[in-house]
């Protein structure tokens, strides 16, 4: 027969595990920094129509849900540009490029981010993977602040942008 001693330091150290598991997957959901990262951004003269690039850092892919701008107003309309270059979805002439295709911001998830390295090879082989996103706004007036909605590892997050150096703030 075991000492109850033994029993009791094997329950302590699956309740250690358990809460040591626990919190890792707290800091990984709901602490860690966003996986959503803001690259470049393109404001065009009047300010009312404005690209910026997205990059998934995660590890999962990013479902976008929705997108606000200016205090929660929907924007006249917002699209996902997808290049499967290693273009950027930035500047003018995107609708002219053949491997950039805008499409409802709910249509395509947001792949993890490739090493340069992968997207080389992608781009060698000639196969259709989404190397770079970007996402284009138009608005009725001038946009000043913008909110994305997502989900990410089956949670729903929404993030405002910090954007406010690239804004003319009244």
Partial sequence: M??????????????????????????????????????????????????????????????LLDVRVNDGMKPAKAELGVSYSLHLVGGEGLDEDPDIEFVDIREVPIKPELMPDKKQAAIDQGSHIPLNYGIRLYNDEPITQIEVKYRYGGITFTRELPMGRFFNKP
Avoid at 31 to 53: C, H, Q, V, Y
Wanted: charged share 25%; hydrophobic share 45%; no cysteine.
């Fill in 2 to 63: 075991k000492p109850k001693s033994s029993k009791h330091l094997r329950r302590l150290g699956y309740w250690g595990l358990g809460l040591l598991l626990s919190a890792i997957l707290l800091y990984l959901l709901f602490l860690r920094p966003t996986p959503i990262k803001e690259g470049g951004f393109t404001s065009f003269a009047d300010e009312n129509t404005i690209i910026f690039e997205v990059i998934n850092e995660g590890f999962a892919d990013v479902k």
